[in-house]
């Protein structure tokens, strides 16, 4: 997931850098201002000739051809099967860098690549989030305990295609509220699925997580966000896992790839960034945080789950 940054994208799907879109203070353009044929109020001050220069072109969602919808199918099943090898060896007393380090000689030895090492300096093959760890936990000496709740969230690149997806695991005997945050999340993600087909706006998933969440007492993080997926990790749509106004004019067209990966909370949305290592988010009241991921492809005939395991859960699981 990706927190909205300056030079971002902006969620909102226009294309625009997020510092020049809904991230300055100022109107964004091409969207605030439909009484004016839905430029900005800058661009509308100026000539015509001068407002459609100076208007930035709009930056689509990569659409991929038949050929690439197959590279990105072959990323997301390897790492699916990844995703079930890291199922059979954690558990109580397994150390986190253990598991990193399965994940890369793995990945590396089938002759692919572990996106997370080096990507924008992040140190690790993995992110292992325990308990109150929103997001971006970075793998550590950590001895996994009865109880804890770990999200291992993984990501390869195959062929030059990335697949994401990430579950969040329950390690022993695990308390009611720690089992209820994780069906929330796992819930919220299939929710998110469910609600969209060819040519659905991209508030449609925050819609029909919010619902879930709110309805059984929890939060939504906001801070981070689904994406677009392709030859780069992090590119447009903007998910948002909330309904995001802006992301109403944002449409899920055939041949696009993302993600969505629901971020639960049980207390307060809100999330605080490790000052030191400046990755490791987590809930700002310590309470517990869960999260699933899929990377999906939009079809003409409906959403595919790309990064479906053998032996995870599946839509009806009870945690
Ligand atoms: N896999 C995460 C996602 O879902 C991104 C992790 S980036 C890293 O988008 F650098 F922290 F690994
Ligand atoms: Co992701
Ligand atoms: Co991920």
Request: with cysteine.
């Amino acid at each position: 997931m990706v927190k909205t940054k300056r030079n971002d994208p902006c969620p909102c799907g226009s294309g625009k850098k997020y510092k020049k879109c809904h991230g300055s203070s100022s109107p964004p353009a091409g969207q605030a201002a439909p009484a004016s044929g839905g430029r900005s109020l800058v661009s509308s001050l100026l000539s015509p000739s001068t407002a459609l220069r100076t208007r930035p072109r709009r930056r689509r969602a990569p659409i991929l051809s038949a050929g690439e919808r197959d590279g990105m199918r072959a990323a997301g099943k390897f790492n699916a099967h990844l995703l079930d090898l890291v199922r059979e060896r954690i558990g109580p007393g397994v150390k986190l860098v253990d598991l990193d380090d399965f994940v890369r000689e793995y990945t590396q030895d089938a002759g692919h690549i572990p996106a997370c090492l080096g990507y924008k300096g992040y140190p690790k093959s993995s992110c292992t989030s325990v308990n109150e760890v929103v997001c971006h936990g970075i793998p550590d000496e950590y001895e996994l305990q009865p109880g804890d709740i770990v999200n291992v969230d993984l990501t390869s690149i195959v062929d030059g295609w990335h697949g994401d997806q990430s579950e969040t695991f329950l390690i022993g005997e695990c308390s009611e509220e720690a089992r209820g945050v994780t069906q929330c999340a796992f819930d919220c993600l299939y929710a998110g699925i469910e609600a969209i087909g060819p040519g659905s706006r991209v508030i449609e998933i925050g819609e029909a997580i919010v619902e879930i969440a709110h309805e059984r007492g929890y939060s939504v993080v906001e801070m981070f966000q689904g994406h677009g997926i392709g030859k780069t990790f992090h590119t447009d749509p903007g998910v948002p896992h909330y309904p995001e106004p802006r992301a109403a004019n944002s449409i899920l067209e055939p041949g696009m790839c993302f993600t969505i990966e629901p971020m639960i909370n049980v207390g307060k949305k809100g999330c605080r960034v490790d000052k030191r290592d400046g990755w490791t988010a987590r809930t700002v009241d310590g309470k517990l945080s869960a999260q699933f991921e899929h990377t999906l492809l939009m079809t003409e005939e409906g959403v595919e789950i790309l990064t479906q395991t053998e032996h995870g859960p599946r839509p009806g699981h009870r945690f």
